[in-house]
């Protein structure tokens, strides 16, 4: 089972879900990713299990080059009745401006490198980053698409 999938229906499921809480008002002067290397850790939810532990490992800075932005991610299923291997995906990352409701905020656009879904990551403070959808709008539901940062 592809993480895409469980990503699309967990995402899909939040979506559904209701409990929508507004948006977050949460420092946003504070610089994003600026040091060599931050790494972010949460649970997914996942239709079929007991959710989706994911983690995200960002390395370079945002003003710096291209090829020095990678990204390794890591994705573990909890609980699934077919006990699916682990996930991972490597890549680069881009800085994007702007949601679909805040053209000042930031996104971070996780491309892999040969097969894989394009990861989006809305920087909610530096501590808190939020799967956001590929339109770059929030799900009703974002509480539980969060990652935090260790």
């Known amino acids: 089972m592809q993480i895409r999938t469980l990503l699309a229906g967990s995402a899909m499921l939040a979506l559904l879900a209701g409990c929508a809480a ?3 008002d949460q420092g946003a ?3 994003g990713v600026t040091s060599t290397e931050q790494t972010y850790q949460g649970t997914l939810p996942c239709r079929n299990c007991e959710g989706i532990d994911l983690t995200v490992t960002m390395e370079g800075e945002e003003q710096g080059a291209a090829a020095g932005r ?12 077919e006990n699916p291997p682990n996930e991972s995906y490597s890549g680069n990352w881009e800085v994007l ?8 905020a930031t996104v971070y656009e996780l491309t892999p490198n040969g097969e894989g879904q394009v990861y989006y990551f809305l920087r909610l403070d530096p501590q808190t980053l939020e799967l956001i959808d590929p339109q770059r709008r929030r799900f009703q539901n974002n509480e539980v698409l969060r990652l935090k940062r260790m």
């Open 22 to 24: 507004g948006p977050t």
């Open 29 to 31: 002067a504070e610089p």
């Open 70 to 81: 990678t990204f390794d991610l890591e994705a573990a299923y909890r609980g699934h009745p």
């Open 97 to 104: 401006d702007g949601t679909a409701d805040d053209p000042q």
